[in-house]
């Protein structure tokens, strides 16, 4: 074996073991399902709309069905339904049963497998 093939071969073993390390490292971070939405990189708050299905006063929460993040027209389905905690100054007097809301959601509170999520704010459309 000359020179130039052992550092060829060094180099090759070294990078086996740096492939090895990186899986393992990537292998060990958890990242679920439910929060590769909410980590996606948005800050400011998420857009959704849905339709209010019933409000809960006492715990300031909303159940919407027909929930869609973002302004891509994909919906979670219209049976599905999501539980939204609402901000302390939202007036839930206008949010009846059928009214149609836009809201911005706190993207780290967004869990698609509990289908919940806190809204920054509430509007009606």
Not at 20 to 36: C, F, L, N, P
Not at 81 to 92: H, Y
């Amino acid at each position: 074996m000359g020179k130039g093939n052992s550092w060829l071969y060094i180099g090759s073993i070294a990078l086996v073991i740096a492939a090895i390390a990186v899986t393992a490292i990537i292998d060990r971070s958890k990242s679920g399902q439910e929060d590769i939405r909410a980590k996606a990189g948005v800050t400011t708050g998420q857009a959704a709309t849905a339709i209010v299905s019933s409000v809960n006063q006492s715990a300031g929460t909303l159940s919407v069905t027909n929930f869609v993040i973002g302004g891509n027209g994909t919906s979670t389905g219209a049976t599905q339904v999501w539980t939204i905690q609402l901000p302390s100054t939202s007036n839930t007097a206008s949010l009846g049963e059928g009214t149609r809301v836009t809201m911005k959601l706190d993207p780290k509170t967004v869990n698609i497998g509990t289908r919940t999520a806190t809204a920054l704010e509430v509007t009606t459309r």
